[in-house]
Nanobody
Framework: QVQLVESGGGSVQAGGSLRLSCSVSGYTINRLCMGWFRQAPGKEREGVASITTDGSTNYADSVKGRFTISQDNAKNTLHLQMNSLKPEDTAMYYC?????????????????????WGKGTLVTISS
């Protein structure tokens, strides 16, 4: 059974940084599409960043140049380095895994086939 546990959320001021981590058990992460998603109050969940089995990354336009997704295969852990944070980045952040054959399935910016989800970690950015 694949389990994902996020950590690293918190409250920071605008312009600050946070590093989220997602510890994965039950499967080797470099064989999966791994992604970070977020959901702000009253808004739909959106994909933030993803990484595939060959190391290819993808980012939402709103976070390009500010966020970096990476994975530590030795520790089976996914990270999201978030810099230059803005109040609009405030949300619950979720780690997810799935895809097909280690690649993400996306259509018009939406992810499909993300079968495993963590419970989330809250990020709050104050102005």
């Amino acid at each position: 059974q694949v389990q994902l546990v996020e950590s690293g959320g918190g409250s920071v001021q605008a312009g600050g940084s946070l590093r989220l981590s997602c510890s994965v058990s039950g499967y080797t992460i470099n064989r999966l599409c791994m992604g970070w998603f977020r959901q702000a109050p009253g808004k739909e969940r959106e994909g933030v960043a993803s990484i595939t089995t060959d190391g290819s990354t993808n980012y939402a336009d709103s976070v390009k140049g500010r966020f970096t997704i990476s994975q530590d295969n030795a520790k089976n852990t996914l990270h999201l380095q978030m810099n230059s944070l803005k109040p609009e980045d405030t949300a619950m952040y979720y780690c997810a895994a799935g895809g097909a054959g280690g690649y993400c399935i996306t259509l018009r910016g939406r992810y499909y086939g993300m079968d495993y989800w963590g419970k989330g970690t809250l990020v709050t950015i104050s102005s």
